[in-house]
């Protein structure tokens, strides 16, 4: 029996109270059965008696010679084991069954419990009215056979209850090994799964028990740490890609201009390579671990009141030198009054530098993005719509995923790695909203996100 197993815990309870169970059992039957046979000796002996009586008082022989021949004839009647005495009223013997009894008191009227001859019997003394005068009657019955069953009960009961209890304790020791023979198979399969089998599962039983949801819900626990473990290394592959080649970029220009000795022009062109590519890859690192820290911590961090007005406002300004290189119009549409929602100024702040960078990034020249800001009883929809090239629909879908492009040379000359949009809809998930893609249907995007009001928040 495996120590600490919960067979051996199920085991060791159900013996217990089994045991107890049988001795309480026990204990009461043959409390029962002695307090019923000895009720039932003992209403025989009243009823001899009474019949004894009885029969005196109806004979009631004149003389006093014929009352001892009268008695041992009632006498012959009764059962083989028991002592008959009769005094006349000097208390002097008529009759003694056997020879040589006595008169054993005790009892006051009621049965009683006496040994004589190393026998045990059940007694009881009366005093009857005859004709002649009283006499005073002894009767008492054997209890031996009384006693034998009831020892015998007892031998019984204590025998049988060890024996009881070990066949139990063996049937439920069988039974709890049977009922979870599973879960030894769990652990082993959950035992050889690791980070290089975790597309592994764990065998489900069919018993439509605890088991078999325990299995189940494994199960479901494993395949979203598959589908986990994989996001994250597709996210390493990625990233080790996208830093391939600023890397490769900058070991070439620093080997390129360490080749010879060069003009200062060169080394100059040089360094401004390297600088851009290193910018770069601050960019795409710093974007990296915003969404790595973001996997691992869903809050926004710092939290406080974010008035929407002012920051579209303040991002506009930011971002219209971006619009005006392009001839694009960037046109605002806002309320005109304070609009607050609960969050991160910064987070919130970025995440509208990203649609509307995005939008001017992807609309030719002289096109038009719009921001519109629509407060609403419970909430606020900040809309980015853009004359652009459009998403195609059958991209709207993965354009939230990491590193996704559309084409990837194109958005790769803007700079773009494909995690902008990922970061934005970080940032709305952060806020308890949601970033919604519809066409606009001038060809163009439209980006609404709908945040949660301070007070509603
Ligand atoms: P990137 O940094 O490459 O722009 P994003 O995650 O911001 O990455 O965008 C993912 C892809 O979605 C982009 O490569 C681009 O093809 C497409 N996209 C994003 N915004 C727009 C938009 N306003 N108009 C058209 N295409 C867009």
Known sequence: MKTGSIGAQLTLWYTAVLCLGLILFSCSIWLALRHFL?????????????????????????????????????????????????????????????????????????????????????????????????VLTFLALSSEPVDRAVYLLGLLLIAGIPLFAVCGAAGGFWLSRRALRPVDAITERARTIGLNNLSERLPVPNTNDELQRLTETWNAMLARLESAISKISQFTADASHELRTPVAIVRLAAENALRKTRPEAEYRAALERIQKESENMTHLIEDLL??????????????????????????CL????????????????????????????????????????????????????????????????????????????????????????????????????????????????????????????????????????????
């Open 38 to 134: 000895h009720a039932d000796l003992e209403s025989a002996l009243v009823d001899q008696a009474r019949g004894l009586n009885k029969y005196l008082q109806i004979e009631d022989p004149d003389a006093d010679a014929s009352l001892p021949v009268e008695i041992d004839e009632y006498s012959q009647s009764m059962p083989q084991d028991h002592l008959l005495l009769v005094l006349d009223a000097k208390g002097q013997p008529i009759y003694a069954a056997p020879t040589g009894l006595t008169l054993q008191p005790g009892g006051a009227g009621k049965p009683y419990k006496l040994r004589w001859k190393d026998h045990t019997y059940l007694a009881v003394v009366q005093t009857v009215l005859l004709k002649e005068g009283r």
């Open 290 to 315: 915003f969404l790595a820290r973001a996997d691992f911590d869903h809050s926004t961090g710092e939290t406080g009141t974010v008035e929407l007005e002012g920051l579209i406002e303040d991002v």
């Open 318 to 457: 930011d971002l219209n030198p971006l619009a005006e290189v392009k001839s694009i119009t960037l046109r605002r549409k806002t309320p005109g009054q304070h609009v607050e929602v609960a969050g991160s100024l910064s987070a919130l702040r970025r995440m509208l530098v990203i649609l509307l960078d995005n939008a001017i990034k992807y609309t030719p020249e002289g096109g038009m993005v719009s921001i519109l800001l629509e407060p609403h009883s419970e909430h606020a929809t900040i809309i980015v719509e853009d004359t652009g090239i459009g998403i195609p629909e059958e991209a709207r879908g993965q354009v939230f995923q990491r590193f996704f492009r559309i084409d990837p040379s194109r958005s790769k000359e803007s700079g773009g790695h494909g995690l902008g949009l990922a970061i934005a809809q970080t940032i709305v998930a952060q806020h308890g909203a949601a970033i919604e893609l519809r066409p606009a249907s001038h060809g163009g995007s439209i980006f609404a996100v709908s945040l949660p009001l301070r007070a509603s928040a």
